[in-house]
């Protein structure tokens, strides 16, 4: 039967094998796959890519229209034809007449209240709001893949500590069975030191499961089979020095949202000028040339030919029409004054939000600090316990707390360094630098 520190070392081996048989994916290589793949990003791009296909004067009714028509016709039917006296009258079946015409026909609004030009004016607003929406979704997907990465990072680094602390376990759950083979210690030593081992097998197990975990949501994001294995850079920079009302200026200009809130306010006041338009006259143009061939096998007119221009103009004024115009023109009212204050109300949460994340990120940089400091503290405390603990001067308990002590100092401390990370980033995010300063253009 094969001992726990043989189990035990045998899974650790088979976590580091994996993981050293792949190549290392760094961060701009997710992210690069995640802008390409993301599905979310994928649509946000084609809604823009139809917004500025819809952004041209033609489609907003500034280009006259040409179109083409053509007709024939063919008869062949019974006729009966009484003329006034001294005219023969006519009565035959299968009379033919054919009739050929076609015109090309040109259609122009000359004036509806500028309404057209606003039109025009509303489609590239449109385009702008599909563009802010694709940085937005961007913005959003590459948060998400950043704090995956890093996470995947901290969990390689759990794993790591847990190992070492499964393997010191296991040589200590080792040593005291050899001690208690030679009545060095008594079983319940032994027994402490196999719970000790259990628990940290169980730990060992479960960070695995989390990071495996991990590793599905960041395949999906990256448009990969959630079954692809990945080996993540467990390498962090960090930035020195970040000035927090500079960050909260560049996010009154920057910031996708706000950005976003203040093309609506435009968007909604190009609204009211469409509705206003449709108080005005409206002017159209109409003008063709025709070509128009007429047959007849009986009849007083024989033929007809006739091939020429024509043309005219239409005025329609809107005099009553059940108040629909009025109730526009006051919804375009209310929804540019909605707009207004949406802008408004985004301004202070940006600003709320940029400070927020600075106060974060000022503080995990200090707890990172005091974590750093921290795990040389518990690693000085460890070694020392344990040379005593093997030269029999303390308890296994005591021993075993140091151990967690020790385990525990660095998981903060790996988890701080990776947490301050993320929220430098939420803080260029909030600002509206994430994606520049990742060098990614949406």
């Known amino acids: 039967m094969r001992t726990w520190r043989t189990l035990a070392l045998s899974a650790s081996s088979l976590f580091i094998a994996g993981v050293f048989a792949q190549d290392t994916l760094q961060l701009a290589d997710a992210i690069q796959l995640a802008m390409a793949n993301e ?7 084609n809604d823009a890519a139809i917004a500025q296909a819809q952004a041209t004067v033609g489609n907003a009714g500034l280009l006259p229209s040409l179109d083409a028509s053509g ?6 039917q019974y006729s009966k034809l009484d003329f006034a006296p001294g005219i023969q009258d006519v009565e035959r079946s299968g009379v033919e007449s054919t009739t050929l015409a076609g015109q090309v026909g040109l259609a122009y609004t000359l004036f509806n209240g500028m309404g057209n030009f606003a039109t025009y004016e509303r489609a590239q607003l449109n385009e702008l709001l599909a563009d802010l929406r694709t940085r937005a979704q961007v913005e959003g997907t590459l948060s998400q893949v950043i704090a995956l990465y890093y996470g995947i990072a901290a969990m390689d680094e759990d794993v790591a500590i847990t190992q070492r602390i499964l393997e010191i376990s296991a040589d200590r759950f080792a040593r005291q069975e050899g001690k208690a083979s030679l009545g ?3 079983r319940l030593d032994v027994l402490n030191a196999k719970v000790d081992l259990q628990a940290d097998s169980t730990t060992y197990i479960l960070a695995k499961q989390r990071r495996d975990r991990s590793v599905r949501d ?3 994001l990256m448009g990969r089979s959630s079954a692809t294995s990945m080996q993540v850079s467990r390498r962090v920079d960090h930035v020195r020095v970040l000035a927090e009302d ?3 200026q560049e996010a009154m200009n920057g910031n996708v949202l706000l950005v976003s809130a203040t093309a609506q306010v435009r968007a909604a006041e190009v609204d009211q000028r469409i509705a206003k338009a449709l108080r005005w006259p409206k002017l159209d143009l109409n003008a063709a040339y025709g070509i128009n061939d007429q047959k007849n096998e009986v009849g007083v007119v024989l033929g007809t030919y006739t091939q020429g221009f024509n043309g005219g103009l239409t005025v329609s004024v809107p005099l009553f029409n ?3 115009i009025t109730t526009q023109m006051e919804a375009a009212r209310l929804r540019a004054e909605n707009a207004v204050i949406a802008e408004q109300q985004a301004r202070l949460q940006v600003e709320r939000d940029v400070r927020n994340a600075y106060a974060t990120w000022s503080s995990q940089r200090e707890v990172l600090r005091i974590q750093s400091d921290a ?4 690693q000085i405390n460890f070694e020392r ?8 001067q303390l308890t296994g308990l005591q021993f075993r707390q140091a151990q967690l002590d020790l385990a525990n100092a660095e998981r903060q401390s790996v988890v701080s360094g990776f947490d301050t990370k993320v929220a430098e980033l939420i803080l260029l995010r909030a600002s509206g630098g994430l994606t520049s300063a990742l060098g990614i253009q949406p």
Do not use: D, M, P
């Open 39 to 45: 599905h979310g990003i994928r649509i946000a791009k």
């Open 71 to 76: 007709r024939a016709n063919y008869s062949n």
């Open 184 to 186: 060095g210690v008594g």
């Open 218 to 220: 960041l395949n999906v």
């Open 246 to 248: 500079q960050l909260v």
């Open 322 to 324: 059940g108040g629909r």
């Open 375 to 378: 795990v040389n503290t518990a």
């Open 385 to 392: 316990t344990r040379e005593l603990f093997q030269a029999g």
